[in-house]
C-alpha cells in the first residue's frame, strides 16, 4: 500500500459519512454531507496526481480508484433517490453507463487491448456529476431545481461520454512492408 492507494483508500471510507448523514438529513448533516463529498470527490485528482508524479502507479490502485469513484457518486445518488429528490430510473441510466464501460474496459476482446485514456467528455461527465450532487445535497430549496436540471445534464453527459468511449477510432494507416 503506497500514498495513493491510502488516498483512494480513505475516500471508499468516507463514503459512508455522506450516507449515514442522510439518514437523517437535517440542515447540518446535508451540509457535512456536501463537504465530505466534495473532500472525497477532490481526492481523486489528488491519488492519480500522486500515482503518476510519484511513480507508484499500482495494479491495485488501478482497479480500486475506478471502483471507488463510481461507489462515490453512486451512493449520493442512491441516498437522493430514497428522499424523493430524483428518479431511480434516472440513477439507473448512470449505472447502466458506468456498468458497461468498467466491462468494456477489462475484456481485451471488446477493445482489442487499446483502453482510451480519459478524454474531454469524461472529465466533463466527472465535472457535472460531482456539482450536480452536491447541489442536490445542499439544504438550499431556491436551488434545488437548478440542481434536478444539473441532474438530468449530469445523466445526458454520462451517456455522451459513454458513447464517445465506445465510438470506433480510425486507425492510424500503415504502409505496407517493403520489398527487397
Do not use: H
Not at 129 to 140: D, G
Request: charged residues 10%; glycine residues 8%; hydrophobic residues 55%.
Amino acid at each position: 500500500m503506497n500514498l495513493p492507494t491510502w488516498i483512494t483508500t480513505i475516500r471508499l471510507l468516507g463514503i459512508p459519512l455522506v450516507l449515514v448523514a442522510l439518514q437523517d438529513p437535517t440542515d447540518a448533516r446535508r451540509w457535512f454531507s456536501v463537504g465530505a463529498f466534495i473532500l472525497f470527490a477532490g481526492t481523486d485528482w489528488l491519488d492519480g496526481y500522486l500515482a503518476r508524479r510519484l511513480n507508484q502507479v499500482t495494479d491495485l490502485g488501478k482497479f480500486l480508484d475506478p471502483l471507488v469513484d463510481k461507489l462515490l457518486v453512486l451512493a449520493p445518488l442512491m441516498a437522493l433517490v430514497e428522499l424523493g429528490q430524483i428518479p431511480g430510473w434516472g440513477v439507473f441510466l448512470i449505472l447502466a453507463r458506468e456498468l458497461a464501460i468498467s466491462g468494456w474496459r477489462v475484456n481485451p476482446a471488446m477493445q482489442q487491448g487499446k483502453v482510451p485514456g480519459a478524454n474531454l467528455w469524461g472529465k466533463a461527465k466527472t465535472v457535472t456529476q460531482i456539482a450536480a450532487i452536491a447541489a442536490l445535497l445542499a439544504p438550499l430549496p431556491q436551488i434545488q431545481p437548478i440542481a434536478v436540471i444539473l441532474f438530468w445534464l449530469c445523466v445526458a453527459i454520462t451517456w455522451v461520454s459513454g458513447l464517445v468511449y465506445l465510438w470506433p477510432r480510425p486507425q492510424p494507416a500503415t504502409s505496407p512492408p517493403l520489398q527487397s
